[in-house]
């Protein structure tokens, strides 16, 4: 119950932080899911990313990164923890590394979420590595 607890609450700070946030791309239905994440409407964010996702020409790296990230928050918003936890990776392997390390932070609150303690404890540590130190008490939380 209290990683349940933690998920969602992390998961709404998550959401929170993506509506401030403005990227420069011309994908009409990347702009659409970033104002559909915003105004919590999850499940059309979820179908604008996969568009962009699956469109054609494909997205450059940054803007494929950052709609599989943006999908996997809107996903784990919904309590779709596994289809999170798959884009969050999707979203690192696209882009190693993501901006403020969010990929591996969120990645890692998915694992945890999933009861992969020690998934969760590596990638709270990758994204120590890239400056977050936000995830100290996660660390400490995921010693398995």
């Given at each position: 119950?209290?990683?349940?607890?933690?998920?969602?609450?992390?998961?709404?700070?998550?959401?929170?932080?993506?509506?401030?946030?403005?990227?420069?791309?011309?994908?009409?239905?990347?702009?659409?899911?970033?104002?559909?994440?915003?105004?919590?409407?999850?499940?059309?964010?979820?179908?604008?990313?996969?568009?962009?996702?699956?469109?054609?020409?494909?997205?450059?790296?940054?803007?494929?990164?950052?709609?599989?990230?943006?999908?996997?928050?809107?996903?784990?918003?919904?309590?779709?923890?596994?289809?999170?936890?798959a884009d969050f990776r999707k979203?690192?392997?696209?882009?190693?590394?993501?901006?403020?390390?969010?990929?591996?932070?969120?990645?890692?609150?998915?694992?945890?979420?999933?009861?992969?303690?020690?998934?969760?404890?590596?990638?709270?540590?990758?994204?120590?590595?890239?400056?977050?130190?936000?995830?100290?008490?996660?660390?400490?939380?995921?010693?398995?």
């Open positions: 119950m209290k990683n349940s607890f933690r998920f969602l609450s992390i998961a709404a700070m998550n959401i929170m932080l993506a509506s401030n946030v403005v990227y420069a791309h011309n994908i009409p239905s990347l702009t659409a899911g970033e104002a559909q994440l915003k105004a919590g409407k999850n499940k059309e964010a979820i179908a604008s990313f996969t568009k962009a996702i699956e469109g054609t020409p494909k997205p450059g790296s940054d803007d494929l990164s950052n709609a599989y990230y943006h999908r996997g928050v809107a996903e784990r918003a919904l309590g779709q923890t596994e289809a999170a936890n979203s690192i392997e696209v882009d190693p590394t993501p901006v403020d390390a969010q990929g591996y932070k969120n990645r890692g609150f998915a694992k945890s979420a999933l009861g992969d303690t020690e998934g969760a404890k590596a990638d709270f540590i990758k994204a120590g590595s890239f400056g977050d130190n936000s995830v100290d008490e996660e660390i400490k939380n995921n010693n398995g």
